[in-house]
């Protein structure tokens, strides 16, 4: 997959894929229930989107990420989950898993990760 980039304040970022403690990470915060307005439902990711970059620019200032809009988080957490292997469905469209008779690691079984569409 080529690399993913964002423009934060007119400056390029390359976008890494999720480590598997995130995921693990990103799981508990699923099943905890939303508080708060439209700002807290997005503050949730933001420690993801910022490690993504991270990974490639360390020195990377998370308050950066305040500075985007709306739409321009939307995109990149939806980079940063495709990037990651991660899929997700709606919330309460989840696929079923087939049986395989064998112990699921599959992590794209995860749930909607909320109203970030």
């Given at each position: 997959m080529p690399e993913q980039k964002v423009t934060i304040e007119g400056k390029e970022y390359i976008l890494s894929p999720?480590?598997?403690k995130?995921?693990?990470q990103i799981s508990a915060i699923l099943r905890e229930q939303?508080?708060?307005?439209l700002f807290s439902a997005i503050e949730r990711w933001m420690p993801f989107v910022s490690d993504s970059i991270k990974i490639k620019t360390p020195?990377?200032?998370p308050a950066l990420i305040e500075e985007m809009t709306l739409q321009e988080f939307n995109d990149v957490w939806k980079k940063i989950i495709e990037i990651s292997g991660i899929a997700l469905s709606?919330?309460?469209e989840q696929k079923p898993m087939e049986?395989?008779?064998e112990q699921s690691t599959d992590v794209?079984?995860?749930?909607?990760?909320g109203p970030i569409q």
């Open positions: 999720l480590r598997c995130h995921l693990r939303p508080t708060g307005g020195d990377f200032d709606p919330k309460g049986s395989t008779g794209s079984q995860l749930p909607s990760a």
